[in-house]
């Protein structure tokens, strides 16, 4: 590409492979100006309103939930608490790969159809369509899952009994929806608030847990009792170490879950500011995250509870308030009062922040796809705030989904969604590695040094082909279980269990049979249509962003946040 936006490509056509001349409308720009997976009209733009602590926020917020701070129970209960350790290690270090290999293709090109662009242009379009439609599945089928949450959360204090849960799945919609409306800025302040005090309460829970480890509650000092008496790891299905084994890897997929949303970063490059600094700083922060906030509360958790306590047991049993939560069975087995109450608040506002970035990712998605080429043009129209309207209406639409649960036999149909969510989320990490392996032969191919890129993932391809193959191996074996016993009690787990590769694999084989299109090549792999539009909004933003530093000198308490502090917040 020149510098008069004129993009030079060899040509099969012709023989002696000289470059012929190609102007931007013949590379998938339409009349709006659009380059296919990169917005620049004004009626299908987003707004870059997300600033450097949005991004980060929203990288640790996405992965702080209920999926840590209730599903540990059950896996607890089920394995013991060396094996929770091992599995949500193994599976944090996993996600950090995956972090990292989208932080590489992000901060080369943040494109507005985020990592559904990536893999159409650098792999294969029919990946990216069928990366892009099962990653809107997941998350307009978890977004009424966790309004079904936030009902329940509440159940705590009100039964059902008394207010109908439809209730407030009605009050805490339009509650998101409205926070959705009113545009990227505000959503972005909103979930950065809302992050921070999930980070505060983690903070908390881990030096509490600490505490009653410790013998600071009531001087028992438990420390690592429970590993030795009833044991670090408890058998599953069979007996002996075999039975060890099999419970240990029963709860990656608990590990999983826990882990899923973390990869939302890559679907707000298209509304970050700077994008090429935010992107890796949220990437490399992550790392540091993970082992504060989950590894070290896995650890603590499993010297507080003993996996074979009786309140860990009901709590496997509870529905999804502070009953179900591991770190409430350590508050009762310590004798500390009220807290369970303070922890279940807590935990209401864990769900509703989940749910209000659920119903953003799954509008961004369906945005992507449209400015990608893969649904309708009208879900990339966006408002005078930058909001896609029709994409968030049309996922909005299947929150409805939520009001399954007034009735009570519905529960299980949620049973079944969160199991749908998981091989979801799975595919879609097993595409980010894919595109990234591709995207990495591409770059060598067309000699893209790491010198030209703006961040590298630390272990490279290698570490992609890594977690490549431990993502494939823990979408075939997670729901294992289903194997053992009677099959008419399984089936329904295991449909759900593994519905989601057969829907990737028929999405992939479908657009392929349709459209005709093939995978792309490494020497021809395009890596700069609309990178220039990329730098010149660079250029704009850090110019702006010096001036307003030499009009105002930044602040002591600011160079001391961004030192100390802000890899926490």
């Known amino acids: 590409m020149d510098n008069h936006g004129v993009v030079h490509r060899s040509t099969s056509s012709s023989p002696s492979g000289d470059k012929e001349k190609m102007t931007y409308s013949d590379m998938d720009i339409d009349?709006?100006?659009?380059?296919?997976?990169?917005?620049?009209?004004?009626?299908?733009?987003?707004?870059?309103?997300?600033?450097?602590?949005?991004?980060?926020?929203?990288?640790?917020?996405?992965?702080?939930?209920?999926?840590?701070?209730?599903?540990?129970?059950?896996?607890?209960?089920?394995?013991?608490?060396g094996s929770i350790f091992i599995s949500y290690?193994?599976?944090?270090?996993?996600?950090?790969?995956?972090?990292?290999?989208?932080?590489?293709?992000?901060?080369?090109?943040?494109?507005?159809?985020?990592?559904?662009?990536?893999?159409?242009?650098?792999?294969?379009?029919s990946l990216g369509f069928a990366l892009g439609w099962t990653y809107w599945m997941k998350y307009i089928i978890v977004t009424p899952n966790q309004l079904t949450a936030a009902a329940l959360v509440i159940s705590f204090w009100v039964p059902r009994e008394k207010v109908n849960p439809g209730v407030w799945i009605t009050i805490f919609l339009v509650l998101i929806l409205s926070i959705n409306y009113f545009g990227i800025r505000f959503f972005g302040e909103f979930e950065f608030w809302l992050s921070s005090f999930k980070v505060?309460?983690?903070?908390?829970?881990?030096?509490?847990?600490?505490?009653?480890?410790?013998?600071?509650?009531?001087?028992?000092?438990?420390?690592?009792?429970?590993?030795?008496?009833?044991?670090?790891?408890?058998?599953?299905?069979?007996?002996?170490?075999w039975g060890e084994f099999l419970g240990f890897w029963s709860t990656m997929v608990t590990a999983t879950f826990a882990y899923l949303g973390t990869e939302l970063v890559g679907v707000t490059v298209g509304e970050a500011q700077n994008p090429r600094k935010t992107i890796p700083r949220a990437i490399r922060l992550t790392f540091y995250r993970i082992v504060f906030f989950y590894i070290i509360s896995i650890l603590l958790i499993g010297m507080c509870v003993p996996w074979n306590s009786d309140d860990l047991a009901?709590?496997?049993?509870?529905?999804?308030?502070?009953?179900?939560?591991?770190?409430?069975?350590a508050i009762k087995l310590a004798h500390i009062p009220v807290l369970d109450h303070i922890l279940n608040a807590c935990i209401l506002l864990f769900v509703f922040s989940a749910a209000n970035s659920d119903l953003y990712i799954a509008s961004r998605t369906l945005y992507g796809l449209s400015s990608d080429g893969a649904a309708p043009s009208i879900f990339r129209k966006t408002n005078k705030n930058g909001v896609p309207l029709y994409s968030l209406l049309a996922s909005a639409a299947f929150a409805l989904l939520a009001f399954l649960n007034v009735s009570d036999d519905s529960k299980a149909v949620f049973t079944y969604f969160v199991n749908l969510t998981t091989i979801f989320g799975l595919m879609t990490w097993i595409s980010i590695l894919v595109t990234h392996i591709y995207f990495v032969k591409a770059r060598r191919a067309q000699g893209l040094g790491n010198d030209a890129m703006p961040f590298v993932a630390p272990l490279g391809i290698y570490g992609s082909?890594?977690?490549?193959?431990?993502?494939?191996?823990?979408?075939?074996?997670?729901?294992?279980?289903?194997?053992?016993?009677?099959?008419?009690?399984?089936?329904?787990?295991?449909?759900t269990g593994y519905l989601g590769i057969p829907v990737?694999?028929?999405?992939?084989?479908?657009?392929?049979?349709?459209?005709?299109?093939?995978?792309?090549?490494?020497?021809?792999?395009?890596?700069?249509?609309?990178?220039?539009?990329?730098?010149?909004?660079?250029e704009e933003f850090l110019a702006a962003q010096a001036a307003e530093r030499a009009a105002a000198p930044e602040k002591k308490g600011s160079l001391f946040y961004r030192r100390f502090v802000s890899w926490l917040f």
């Open 200 to 241: 505060v309460v983690i903070v908390g829970v881990i030096l509490l847990a600490l505490v009653i480890a410790c013998g600071g509650a009531d001087g028992d000092a438990r420390g690592f009792r429970y590993w030795r008496d009833p044991g670090a790891f408890r058998p599953y299905i069979a007996t002996g170490s």
């Open 89 to 125: 290690s193994i599976v944090g270090f996993v996600v950090y790969l995956v972090m990292a290999a989208l932080g590489e293709m992000a901060a080369w090109l943040p494109m507005s159809a985020g990592f559904t662009g990536y893999a159409s242009r650098f792999c294969d379009p």
């Open 314 to 329: 009901f709590a496997n049993k509870a529905s999804g308030n502070a009953n179900a939560s591991p770190f409430v069975v």
């Open 31 to 81: 009349q709006h100006s659009h380059v296919r997976g990169i917005e620049t009209s004004a009626e299908t733009s987003l707004h870059r309103g997300l600033k450097a602590r949005h991004i980060t926020m929203i990288a640790i917020g996405g992965a702080i939930g209920t999926g840590l701070i209730i599903g540990t129970g059950k896996a607890l209960a089920q394995a013991g608490p």
């Open 465 to 495: 082909y890594g977690a490549l193959a431990m993502c494939c191996l823990i979408a075939l074996t997670k729901n294992y279980d289903v194997f053992v016993g009677k099959w008419s009690e399984k089936y329904p787990t295991f449909i």
């Open 504 to 538: 990737f694999l028929v999405l992939i084989i479908g657009h392929k049979l349709w459209t005709k299109s093939k995978g792309v090549r490494p020497h021809e792999c395009d890596f700069y249509t609309g990178k220039d539009i990329i730098d010149r909004e660079e």
